[in-house]
């Protein structure tokens, strides 16, 4: 979908960002969207109970627990003990999850490097001031 003048650039963002987050994604994911969504919660902010992971990710607390037993049967994650509940397990990465979650993020990032050779310098020069103006939109 090609952006008219006119259009607003919040829906021209909107359809920008989730066409080039799509694109990276079927060319660099190697694990279904769930178990990357899930090693991502895990990395950025440490163990967490399988119902913290559920109300993250916004599903179903069964939907979460077959997604977890899938990533141990992988190897990815591991559960040990809740120290705050002593019927609770905590979900945490195992250093092959942790090493699929970063060679994940190296590839998607070689991939956008990759792309930024089809620009102009000028281009590549706007590209460059993206992140930061993103991260101030995103911030509280």
């Known amino acids: 979908m090609t952006p008219q003048p006119d259009d607003d650039i919040g829906e021209q963002l909107r359809a920008a960002i989730g066409q080039f987050v799509r694109a990276g994604r079927a060319e660099t994911d190697t694990l279904p969207p769930a178990y990357i969504e899930t090693m991502g919660f895990l990395i950025r902010e440490g163990p967490l109970s399988v119902a913290d992971l559920a109300r993250r990710r916004q599903i179903r607390h069964q939907s979460q627990s077959a997604t977890i037993t899938e990533l141990r ?58 992140p930061g103006i993103l991260l101030k939109l995103a911030s509280p």
């Open 73 to 130: 049967a992988l190897g990815f994650v591991d559960r040990s003990a809740d120290p705050g509940d002593g019927r609770g397990w905590l979900i945490e990465l195992t250093p092959s999850g942790t090493e699929e979650i970063l060679a994940l993020r190296a590839r998607r990032a070689a991939l956008i490097g990759q792309l930024s050779a089809r620009l102009t310098d000028e281009e590549r020069q706007i590209l460059a001031r993206i």
